[in-house]
T-cell receptor
Framework: GAVVSQHPSWVICKSGTSVKIECRSLDFQATTMFWYRQFPKQSLMLMATSNEGSKATYEQGVEKDKFLINHASLTLSTLTVTSAHPEDSSFYIC??????????FGAGTRLSVL | DAKTTQPPSMDCAEGRAANLPCNHS???????VYWYRQIHSQGPQYIIH???NNETNEMASLIITEDRKSSTLILPHATLRDTAVYYCIVRAGGTSYGKLTFGQGTILTVHP
């Protein structure tokens, strides 16, 4: 079946540095990918919709200058957390879908900012 | 998209059927019911979806009431590996590239 690969699975960084998370669709092309954030014991919160070849659409309250999204190809979307701070520590999950109701999700990236 | 209501938690004995309810009283005619689950520290996994009729696949069965205001996800023989958060999501089926919005879900704990 369709697989979404997310890398890295876990990253620790110092406060003030930037971190890039990759999301790849392995055996299908995804014109649209979604980025979620999940804090402990909470549900997934949609951050932005990533569109291949165009600007991402951010949900209300999500800082687009802090969470940079690039979707340069049909199989790769990246999320860069710029100038990360401890409050950005979270579980980040990407998702992609075919022209069907099913969504496929990456395994997630756990970000810890010290 | 229609709002859904799920119990915050449920328990089930291993080998027994797990029946997870979901209320979606404001569902509209073109909206489907989707179920996903999230095992701890993993990304969500698609389980099943339906519009009006009951559906069954290798993972689960979905029972939708005739008025479509509620549904039940059935795991026929729950195992310890089925312990997860189960999310019921209602959204229009035609917007296949649209976003999925997750509620709080039901924490299902399967115990020996």
């Amino acid at each position: 079946g369709a697989v979404v690969s997310q890398h890295p699975s876990w990253v620790i960084c110092k406060s003030g540095t930037s971190v890039k998370i990759e999301c790849r669709s392995l055996d299908f092309q995804a014109t649209t990918m979604f980025w979620y954030r999940q804090f402990p014991k909470q549900s997934l919160m949609l951050m932005a919709t990533s569109n291949e070849g165009s600007k991402a659409t951010y949900e209300q309250g999500v800082e687009k200058d802090k969470f940079l999204i690039n979707h340069a190809s049909l199989t790769l979307s990246t999320l860069t957390v710029t100038s990360a701070h401890p409050e950005d520590s979270s579980f980040y999950i990407c998702s992609a879908g075919l022209a069907a109701p099913v969504r496929y999700f990456g395994a997630g990236t756990r970000l810890s900012v010290l | 998209d229609a709002k859904t209501t799920q119990p915050p938690s449920m328990d089930c004995a291993e080998g027994r059927a797990a029946n997870l309810p979901c209320n979606h009283s404001t569902i509209s005619g073109n909206e489907y019911v989707y179920w996903y689950r999230q095992i701890h520290s993993q990304g969500p996994q698609y389980i099943i979806h339906g519009l009006k009729n009951n559906e069954t696949n290798e993972m689960a069965s979905l029972i939708i009431t005739e008025d479509r205001k509620s549904s039940t996800l059935i795991l026929p023989h729950a195992t310890l590996r089925d312990t997860a958060v189960y999310y019921c999501i209602v959204r229009a089926g035609g917007t296949s590239y649209g976003k999925l919005t997750f509620g709080q879900g039901t924490i299902l704990t399967v115990h020996p």
